[in-house]
């Protein structure tokens, strides 16, 4: 089963939400609505919160996760992601906070209370370490991610576009009968 309670928590999903059958959702988790979780995705909200935006895609392989409260961190970190986010396959998130209109490139992971602002883009196998923030408007890269360069016009458009492909795709889905709702 893909949708799981957790203690007395259960994800609670928008409106035309498509989650893949092999992929599992537990705990203090919202989907927003035409957001859609593909296959074998983990998202884990078992000991703080996860909350996703409107039109995100959360694409094969990725785990999410938060860090607990506790003496070493006392208000844990939840995960936070906006609005028209592509996270790409095999990506890792870890209680950090993600703006709108993100692009994740494959195989990223992005750390606990990392800040990620508006119109970013990560590229592929990006590594963001603890606590750092990434300014909107610019391309980050590498392990450790840094500042490349500036976006393109183009490149703000490709946002909605991939949001809209990734609703389209998900209503597909959804049409043939391919979701754990």
């Known amino acids: 089963m893909a949708i799981r309670t957790y203690q007395q928590f259960t994800p609670q999903l928008g409106a035309r939400v498509f ?14 609505d035409d957001s859609s979780v593909w296959p074998l995705v983990v ?12 039109r995100t895609s959360v694409q094969d392989g990725c785990v999410l996760h938060i860090t607990h409260a506790g003496p070493f961190n006392p208000n844990g970190y939840p995960l936070s ?3 028209d986010v592509t996270i790409a396959h095999k990506v890792t998130l870890h209680g950090c906070s993600i703006g709108n209109r993100v692009l994740i490139g ?3 992971i992005v750390m ?5 602002e508006d119109e970013v883009v990560l590229g592929a196998g990006s590594l963001v370490p603890p606590g750092k923030r990434l300014v909107g408007g610019f391309l980050y890269m ?22 809209d492909n990734y609703v389209r795709l998900k209503d597909q889905h959804l049409m043939e009968g391919y979701s754990s709702r």
């Open 19 to 32: 989650v893949d059958p092999s992929a599992v959702v537990l705990g203090d988790v919202e989907i927003s």
């Open 43 to 54: 998202i884990r909200g078992d000991m703080h919160s996860i909350r996703i935006g409107e």
């Open 81 to 83: 992601i906006g609005d």
């Open 106 to 108: 494959m195989g990223s």
């Open 112 to 116: 606990d209370g990392v800040v990620i």
């Open 142 to 163: 590498g392990s450790p991610a840094k500042q490349a360069r500036p976006l393109s016009d183009k490149e703000r458009s490709y946002f909605r576009y991939s949001a």
